[in-house]
Nanobody, 127 residues
Framework: QVQLVESGGGLVQAGGSLRLSCAAA????????MGWFRQAPGKEREFVAA????????YYADSVNGRFTISRDYAKNTVYLQMNSLKSEDTGVYYC????????????????????WGQGTQVTVSS
């Protein structure tokens, strides 16, 4: 089992920045691909960013590419999502996820591939 706890959400004005953190506990964090998803009110959960277990490969949704950066700190068992130039359409609950397929090559973008999820953190961008 892997427990994931997100933090760092909040209220920010359009154009501002936030950094989300996802702390992992339980089984070895370093061997899992990780991802961030978000869900806006009345909409389905959507992919935001993913990082391979090696940290070398990263992938972003078109809507956030160039504005968001995903990274991971193996010593702290934490994945981050740096969000810059925030827009009102970035508003939603952000979820961290871990892929249970140990040492899977590359990134994972489909939500059904992820086995472990955090409880989510709210991000609200005011225009």
């Amino acid at each position: 089992q892997v427990q994931l706890v997100e933090s760092g959400g909040g209220l920010v004005q359009a154009g501002g920045s936030l950094r989300l953190s996802c702390a992992a506990a339980g089984r070895t964090f370093s061997v899992y691909a990780m991802g961030w998803f978000r869900q806006a009110p009345g909409k389905e959960r959507e992919f935001v960013a993913a990082i391979a277990w090696t940290g070398g490969a990263r992938y972003y949704a078109d809507s956030v590419n160039g504005r968001f950066t995903i990274s991971r700190d193996y010593a702290k068992n934490t994945v981050y999502l740096q969000m810059n130039s925030l827009k009102s359409e970035d508003t939603g609950v952000y979820y961290c996820a871990a892929d249970g397929d140990v040492w899977r090559r590359g990134v994972v973008t489909a939500s059904y591939e992820y086995d472990y999820w955090g409880q989510g953190t709210q991000v609200t961008v005011s225009s």
